[in-house]
């Protein structure tokens, strides 16, 4: 079983990074973690390193950080990822989050910042995590308009814009959310198998505090539940989709 996105960088596993760590390295085969702020770089590339064929990592500035960061940072950052592409297995989360954010202005610059990346991951040749709140319909529009092929829907909740996500070949990531939210437990209703990944967007969204990769073994729980299959089968497929979505440098049969 893979995490596809989680935020091991997060102040929240600062006391035991690293026995959360050695926890899921019992019990999965990978994990995904996403670095959003270039403030966070160093600290994921060290886990990159630290833990080579364990943890991997996506690189991207969240939209929510639109606001206060500036160009300088933002070029200084691609730079960065340039550099030290072979520890980048993706690019994301970026995206669109109009959540709270009624400003013309500001929706423009996070529009701007989500197209560089688009052009980045084409540069590089790396798959895209796109975040979208309140904004799937300008997300997908934007996504369609460039022609990106190797998109992953972090946290995807559109049911309306399924039939586009399946008919551009994109794939959707599932987290604990589908446990309370009936739109999602649609979207994975509808959604093909062979197109859905494990995450669990730690540290947040867990029941009871602070949520952990580990989650992502309820999550496959309740896709199991749900198209009523053994949950070995979404463990296996699941895993396979991670592997050949990242490129990952494992085998499968």
């Known amino acids: 079983m893979i995490d596809c996105h989680c935020h091991l960088e997060q ?7 690293e026995k959360v760590i050695e926890r899921c390295k019992k019990e999965l085969k990978a994990v995904i973690t996403c670095c959003a702020h270039p403030k966070d770089f160093d600290l994921t590339l060290n886990l990159v390193k630290k833990y080579p064929g364990f943890i991997f990592a996506t690189f991207s500035i969240h939209p929510e950080y639109v606001e206060k960061i500036s160009q300088d940072e933002v070029e200084r950052y691609f730079k960065l990822l340039k550099e030290n592409e ?8 970026t995206g669109l989050d109009f959540w709270e954010v009624e400003e013309v202005e500001l929706r423009k610059r996070q529009e701007e910042l989500f197209i560089k990346f688009i052009k980045l991951a084409s540069e590089l040749k790396k798959p895209l995590i796109v975040h979208a709140r309140k904004a799937f319909d300008e997300a997908v529009e934007i996504l369609q308009n460039f022609s990106v092929s190797k998109v992953l829907m972090h946290f995807f909740s559109a049911r309306h814009l399924l039939k586009k996500v399946i008919d551009n070949g994109w794939l959707i990531s599932v987290n604990t959310m589908v446990l309370r939210s009936k739109k999602i437990k649609k979207v994975v209703r509808d959604m093909p198998l062979e ?3 494990l995450e669990s967007d730690s540290p947040w969204l867990g029941s009871e505090g602070r949520n952990e990769p580990l989650a992502v073994k309820i ?4 896709i199991a539940e749900m198209k009523k299959i053994k949950i070995e089968d979404v463990d296996r497929i699941t895993t396979k989709n991670s592997i050949e979505f990242f490129k990952l440098p494992f085998s499968f049969p």
């Open 11 to 17: 102040p929240d596993y600062a006391r035991d990074r």
């Open 86 to 93: 072979h520890f980048v297995c993706g690019i994301g989360e």
């Open 219 to 222: 999550v496959a729980e309740k």
């Open 195 to 197: 197109r859905i990944l």
